[in-house]
């Protein structure tokens, strides 16, 4: 019998053990807040040292990716994929290309991931992977040779039973294209080892606007639970990618009203809110032509912040969908001041702790991203099961199966977060909490492993 796990004691090991790894610590530390008091009252995970083991990932691969560009150079890039937990599943999680992927990073997104994927009830363990590769200015055919050299030197470690990649910031339906067909080439298989494919190659209906529409979805039944709704209340919403664009969609549809879009460039305002016609027109030039949102504001009736976040116009309701840690103390403390209610995450930890301690010091509703933006890994597991099924579904049957999955996320977040059923939700020790059951029970009953 151990005596109670102490969050500093332990922390400081993990530390240790993972120097340098900040944006892994975080993450970490931010789920051991909820879960060591628990599991100090559970004595069957506490004397197992489960969230020990669940803090340390089952394997991590690192290796090179040489590839050649247009001119006749040779280019090296790092190429990643940490295989963090598969104890309810094969391990799911997406591919990252960016410059800014290193180790911690990777890491952090899988524990995260272990949580979420538990959280959505289907059968899929945790992983996540990538490059310090930059698609941006990037031909075609550079992509198309980084991505095979990147998956003859990935695919002896996945498959559909073992680990089950998908894209993320970087890759999209071209560079899963590519990454699928070199897969096939190698192992002559036409397997489910990839999601967020084409249609014509096993995709499924609703993946792209997955993410985007759970975290709408998310919201609106935190909305309800509290009494009220997505209609009539004014949004902010960060990033301009595929979350951003189609969490716009969906609260356009709720009859919310979104005034704002971002990029790394800043900010595009628009007073009178987003319409359906101006988001599709976004979305052309954002997708399909890679254009910058400062480019956009002369196609729509708005203003462009250069340089800015969208957090200082006064609005009802906040979506960061960009990427981690872009909100931060003074960012939360201007949304409270002016009138915000609720916060739902549509990126990976986007919030920092110190403006998710102000949320809920200033008693805003706060979802985090293991809950909120759980739909995309979610449609990818139903992309998974039409795959082995030999079938498709319609649009329609993938985002009634979408909405149910993040209504019943939202409900294990009220049993897990909300004593006795009474007050304000804490959204984030709900969803911590009852992600960690279902992984340490699957844990405990495998024995030592």
Known sequence: ??????????????????????????????????????????????????????????????????????????????????????????????????????????????????????????????????????????????????????????????????????????????????????????????ESVLTGKSLEFGGS??????????????????????????????????????????????????????????????TLFLPDGLTQAQLEMIKDLKINKKQRLSVVRDHVQGEFLAGEKPWRSPADLAFPCATQNELNENDARLLAENGCRAVAEGANMPCTPDAVAIFQDKGVLYAPGKASNAGGVAVSALEMSQNSLRLSWSEQEVEEKLLAIMNNIHAQCVRHGSPEGEGKVDYVKGANIAGFIKVADAMLAYGVV
């Not at 004691?9 to 530390?29: C, S, W, Y």
């Not at 910031?169 to 096939?184: A, D, P, R, S, W």
């Not at 997505?230 to 664009?245: D, M, Q, R």
């Open 1 to 190: 019998m151990h005596n109670g796990l102490n969050l500093t004691h332990f922390m400081d090991g993990l530390i240790k053990r993972n120097p340098h790894e900040t944006e892994f610590h975080q993450a970490v530390r931010e789920v051991a807040e909820s879960v060591i008091p628990y599991l100090n009252q559970t004595p069957k995970y506490k004397d197992a040292n489960i969230f020990e083991r669940m803090t340390e990932p089952d394997k991590v691969i690192s290796f090179r990716v040489s590839w050649e560009d247009d001119e006749g150079g040779i280019r090296i890039n790092r190429g990643y994929r940490v295989q963090f937990n598969n104890a309810i599943g094969p391990y799911k999680g997406g591919l990252r290309f960016d410059p800014s992927v290193n180790l911690s990073i990777l890491k952090f997104l899988a524990f995260e991931q272990s949580f979420k994927n538990s959280l959505t009830a289907l059968p899929i363990g945790a992983g996540k992977g990538g490059s310090d590769f930059n698609p941006k200015g990037k031909s075609d055919r550079e992509i198309m040779r980084f991505c095979q050299s990147f998956m003859s030197q990935l695919y002896p470690h996945i498959g559909q039973d073992q680990d089950v990649p998908a894209g993320d910031i970087g890759v999209g339906g071209k560079e899963i294209g590519y990454l699928f067909g070199q897969y096939k080439r190698l192992t002559h298989q036409f």
């Open 205 to 266: 209906l609703i993946r792209t606007e997955a993410t985007g529409y759970g975290t709408a979805f998310f919201m609106q039944a935190m909305l309800a639970h509290d009494g009220q709704s997505v209609e009539g209340k004014s949004c902010l919403i960060s990033g301009s990618g595929n979350v951003a664009l189609y969490c716009a969609e969906k609260i356009i549809e709720l009859g919310g009203k979104v005034l704002t879009l971002s990029d790394s460039s800043g």
